[in-house]
């Protein structure tokens, strides 16, 4: 297993060994639940607020404004479902290419009875400003549009869009999705007036089971799962201490490396695509190079079925993805092709999304070219 | 150190950490990716649920992984209210619930519900004629908990099976999360829907959970989105933790009888010892959770107590842990009948299968020390 070519960080990351190690300690010594007033329980505490501090300076945020949840999926409904719920008004604004954990609880949403608007996106993937501008209403609550996308890593103008919003409307509540985002992008919660945005440690080679969403002070959100006191009573449940020390650790290594991780994955990406050119794969990019997420590349692989594809690259050894992991079990065309190319569009069944991260190598990366290359020809022409 | 506070969480086992090292190193791939790191994932939390399962005596499929104890009590109740609004909008419960619990059902009340709370006697049962009585026609869920977290007192889980018998729409939630492995719970026979159960309370990593939803009963999903766990708790899985989770578990289980054994001797034997001390009042009823004891000294805090015995090297707590941060009243001792007083008083030691006799032994020889400071005060 050792010899897996792993290309596909957006989907989840493995572990750093460094956070492993944290955790392991942590469980080890820091047993003491956080909301215990003896001296184990104090250490606990201090643990999470040192932690809580780290996660507030990586997005610019004050402490106060974070909120330690299981994950992406929970921030997020967190966000959608209970950020509306006492306001006046019933529009909200998204993008049709969020990610489920977004789209699910506004499908419920619109069942009781909100007006959702899902912005169609151009062809490099992403929303204009222009289109909030000419969506926004007098009834609009939310508008939630994603940082970066999952599937063709296009990046949306969030800046533009939050300083706009605060401009227009303050009282509009603005949520990014920023699950793949973080730790690859410089995310300024106050510069780009973010209200709510979710993230999720394993992601960044942190712990499964663990994220945050960061709460402006100056909004009001309802808690998702009640309980006990933790969180300042917005999140419910015993902490999860190790998960939550092993996300720091994740957070403070990215941070000195982000820089040249990203730097290494654009190389990557730009050295995939001018082989994959040399070898006469014919291809064309979902999305765009430009303005996107530097760890993600969403190929169409011209009559070539990304399924069978995708078993010869797995039989090599070689992990890359059709489109997101979040489908489990129902393998139905991705909703952020459709929207890209419309129904029905072959790119739908033709696509194969590579994502790097740490321990990519060069190697890898001709290996998997070597790779693509032959399942493109052996499939080609047993087509014929 | 002597850790006498294993109803607020417990050690993970050293073992059980190994396990959620190991499969973080080696399988670290998405249980939905479709190549064979996800398959390797998706085979492996497959054996999780499939072990738990048998462990508990149920079908895998009726296994959901949540993240813990409080989001499986927040989805039994909201997810019920959720898939049920059609048919009523009434809810029974005890009054000495978890929070996790009550705030879920005091949420229902602001948005129209009706809840009943039930009382409870000097043993901490709630009535099964009150019960009855509280039954009506749009009444969708009973939640109760198995073993109560500050007292250890127990629901009579089976004669309240038996009432909802005639009942069979309605669903029957248990917060089991401090009953696991140490009472018997017959998810197969009893006519309990759904039963909520947290890892760390049994040697497993905090934020893992599992809950049993018999098969056909219909709940909402708390968390939605990429459609894991069936659709009903979505999320990218916690293979790590889950696999860990399976682990204590079996770990629990495994000798079962002669840890509850040990458990209620050493119980036993620091029951004799308060009840030579003429300012000390036991809450726990008689017939309580082999783990469990609530105590207090007359007259004195049970956050001095606390400290004092923390000085020793000794942890135990006041109250659950949850509510342990502010002032309040440790609710579930008054609901019994005690005084302010008494309840203010009220400290609480909870065992596991890592305590010791030895440790029970250096307890009360330190307790004489510290008892001796603290019955003086008036």
């Not at chain 1, 997005?59 to 929970?74: D, N, V």
């Not at chain 1, 990557?268 to 760890?295: P, R, T, Y």
């Not at chain 2, 038996?162 to 696991?180: G, K, T, W």
């Not at chain 2, 030895?358 to 307890?363: H, K, P, S």
Request: aromatic residues 6%.
């Amino acid at each position: 297993m050792s010899e897996t070519i792993y290309l596909d960080h957006a989907a989840t990351t493995p572990m750093h060994p460094e956070v492993i190690e944290v955790m392991y300690e942590t469980m080890k010594k820091h047993f003491g639940n956080a909301s215990s007033i003896h001296q184990l329980g104090r250490e606990s505490r201090g643990i999470i607020e040192e932690a809580r501090r780290t996660f507030a300076e990586s997005i610019h945020a004050r402490s106060q404004e974070i909120i330690i949840t299981s994950g992406g999926t929970e921030s997020d409904n967190i966000a959608i479902l209970k950020s509306v719920e006492k306001l006046k008004g019933n529009h909200i604004i998204t993008t049709a290419i969020e990610h489920p954990a977004v789209l699910e609880p506004l499908k419920y949403l619109s069942e009781q009875g909100y007006d959702i608007t899902y912005l169609p996106v151009n062809e490099k993937g992403q929303v204009t400003l222009e289109q909030i501008k000419n969506a926004v209403r007098q009834e609009t609550v939310l508008v939630s549009i994603m940082y970066g996308n999952n599937e063709i890593g296009s990046l949306m103008p969030i800046q533009e869009i939050g300083q706009y919003l605060k401009e227009v409307d303050p009282k509009i509540i603005f949520h990014t999705d920023a699950v793949q985002a973080y730790g690859t992008e410089d995310i300024d919660v106050k510069a780009s007036e973010i209200d709510l945005l979710s993230v999720s440690a394993h992601k960044i080679n942190g712990p499964k089971g663990i994220g945050f969403l960061y709460k402006s002070d100056n909004i009001t959100l309802n808690p998702l799962i009640r309980g006990g006191e933790q969180e300042k009573n917005m999140r419910a449940g015993t902490e999860n201490l190790p998960a939550i020390a092993g996300f720091k650790k994740a957070v403070e290594l990215r941070k000195d490396n982000k820089e040249e991780l990203k730097a290494t994955n654009l190389y990557f990406k730009k050295l995939l695509l001018s082989k994959l050119k040399e070898n006469h794969v014919d291809f064309s990019i979902n999305g765009s190079i430009e303005g996107s997420l530097a760890h993600i590349i969403s190929l169409h692989l011209t009559g070539v079925p990304s399924s069978k594809l995708l078993i010869h690259l797995d039989l090599a050894n070689i992990a890359v993805s059709t489109g997101s992991a979040c489908s489990a079990g129902t393998v139905g065309p991705s909703h952020v092709l459709t929207a890209l190319h419309g129904e029905d569009d072959p790119a739908i069944g033709e696509t194969l999304r590579i994502s790097f991260g740490i321990g990519v190598k060069e190697e890898d990366i001709m290996k998997t070219v070597d790779k693509i290359k032959q399942a493109v020809v052996f499939l080609k022409n047993k087509k014929v | 150190m002597i850790y006498f506070d294993n109803s607020a969480t417990t050690r993970t086992e050293a073992s059980v950490l190994d396990t959620y090292r190991a499969v973080n190193e080696q399988y670290f791939g998405n249980p939905s990716s479709l190549h064979q790191l996800g398959e390797r994932s998706r085979q492996l939390l497959d054996q999780s649920r499939k072990q738990i399962a048998e462990l508990m005596g149920v079908n895998k499929e009726e296994i959901v992984f949540t993240s813990g104890g409080t989001e499986g009590d927040n989805f039994a109740i909201k997810g019920t209210a959720m898939a049920k609004k059609g048919y009523g909008r009434h809810m029974i419960t005890s009054i000495t619930e978890h929070p996790a619990v009550l705030k879920s059902m005091e949420q229902l009340e602001s948005i129209g519900w009706d809840v009943t709370y039930l009382s409870v006697d000097k043993k901490g049962k709630i009535n099964l004629n009150e019960l009855k009585t509280a039954i009506r026609k749009d009444t969708v869920l009973v939640s109760l908990m198995a073993v109560n977290n500050e007292t250890g007192s127990l629901q009579p889980l089976k004669e309240v099976s038996e009432v909802l018998e005639d009942h069979p729409s309605i669903h029957f939630h248990v917060d089991a999360v401090q009953a696991l492995g140490k009472v018997d719970l017959d998810l197969n026979e009893s006519r309990i829907d759904m039963a909520v159960f947290s890892g760390h309370k049994f040697h497993a990593p905090k934020g893992t959970g599992f809950m049993y939803v018999r098969k056909g009963r219909k709940l909402s999903p708390l968390l939605s989105g990429g459609g894991q766990e069936s659709g009903l708790r979505n999320g990218t899985e916690n293979v790590p933790g889950n696999v860990a989770l399976a682990k204590a578990l079996r770990l629990l289980l495994k000798n079962k009888k002669a840890t509850n054994d040990r458990l209620s001797s050493m119980k036993q034997s620091l029951l004799n010892y308060f009840s030579e001390l003429e300012k000390v009042t036991v809450f726990s009823p008689e017939e309580s959770a082999p783990h469990i004891i609530s105590f207090g000294i007359k007259n004195s805090r049970g956050e001095v107590l606390v400290h004092a015995l923390e000085k020793e090297g000794i942890y135990i707590s006041t109250t659950s842990a949850c509510s342990s941060r502010k002032n309040k009243s440790v609710h579930s001792i008054k609901e019994m009948g005690h005084s302010k007083e008494q309840a203010a008083s009220a400290v609480r030691i909870s065992l596991s299968n890592m305590n010791t006799k030895d440790e029970v032994e250096i307890f009360k020889k330190t307790f004489n020390k510290v008892y001796e400071r603290l019955k003086a005060i008036e």
